[in-house]
């Protein structure tokens, strides 16, 4: 059923399917719940499924401010409480794990157990390749600055934007691609200790979105956490391999 309410005075669309115990699933950047229709219906067999477009994806509203990870974890909590749905499983993949960290180390939502999928919330040493890039934009910014150059030097920033960002970077824009900015930049690995509910980390060995030494490190983090590697697989186990996906979450639910 599409269903649609009101959080932080945005329109927010969700699905809900089958019933039980309630389970939240948040998808990641540039996804929405179209990425879980698939899974919904597999886990709606037994439980009671909530997935719901993040603002400013999808069917939602996009927000009218700079939004960072405290800022959607919120949203998670009004969300929950809106529909009235209280201490559920919470499965996150990438900026929707991130999402569900803070949330749950900040007591702002309760939850029976955690799943992260290829979760982002630790930022990596970056290459030197990328910090040669870093470095490149920070010198074109400071050009631009100069009088009588703004103009000119404007435009070769967004090209060399547009040209080295990510993928998620440059199919982002206006407000959306400076929530992109400000969230992937924040660093969660200090919160981690202060997620106490059962926590199962899925990780694609191949990923190179949110490499599985993230993972590693994040499962080392989360007290009464365990890490399930798939072979083959990349930041979307869950397209990758669905059978091995959902055999993984048979076990763990």
């Not at 509203?61 to 405290?70: H, K, Q, S």
């Not at 919330?121 to 703004?150: D, E, M, T």
Request: proline share 4%.
């Amino acid at each position: 059923m599409n269903l649609f309410t009101k959080v932080k005075e945005l329109r927010i669309h969700y699905k809900i399917s089958g019933c039980g115990q309630p389970l939240v699933l948040l998808h990641g950047w540039g996804n929405a719940i179209g990425n879980w229709e698939k899974l919904q219906a597999y886990l709606a067999q037994r439980f009671q499924v909530i997935a719901v477009d993040l603002p400013g994806f999808g069917l939602s509203a996009v927000p009218e401010t700079i939004w960072d990870t405290a800022t959607y974890a919120e949203f998670l909590r009004e969300f929950l409480a809106a529909i009235n749905i209280t201490k559920p499983i919470i499965l996150g993949h990438s900026f929707g794990g991130k999402i569900a960290i803070y949330a749950l180390a900040k007591h702002l939502v309760d939850a029976e157990q955690l799943i992260l999928v290829a979760s982002s919330g630790i930022n990596l040493p970056k290459s030197w390749k990328i910090r040669g890039k870093i470095f490149c934009y920070k010198v074109l910014k400071k050009l631009a600055a100069f009088p009588g150059l703004k103009y000119f030097f404007t435009k070769i920033i967004a090209a060399y934007q547009n040209q080295v960002g990510s993928n998620d970077y440059r199919n982002s824009n206006g407000v959306m691609r400076k929530i992109l900015v400000k969230v992937v930049n924040q660093d969660l690995r200090d919160l981690l200790p202060l997620v106490v509910v059962p926590t199962t980390l899925i990780w694609g060995e191949e990923d190179i979105s949110t490499p599985l030494a993230a993972g590693k490190l994040m499962q080392e983090r989360i007290p009464n956490s365990q890490i399930v590697i798939l072979k083959n697989c990349g930041h979307f186990p869950l397209l990758d391999d669905f059978q091995g996906f959902i055999a993984v979450l048979d076990r763990v639910l």
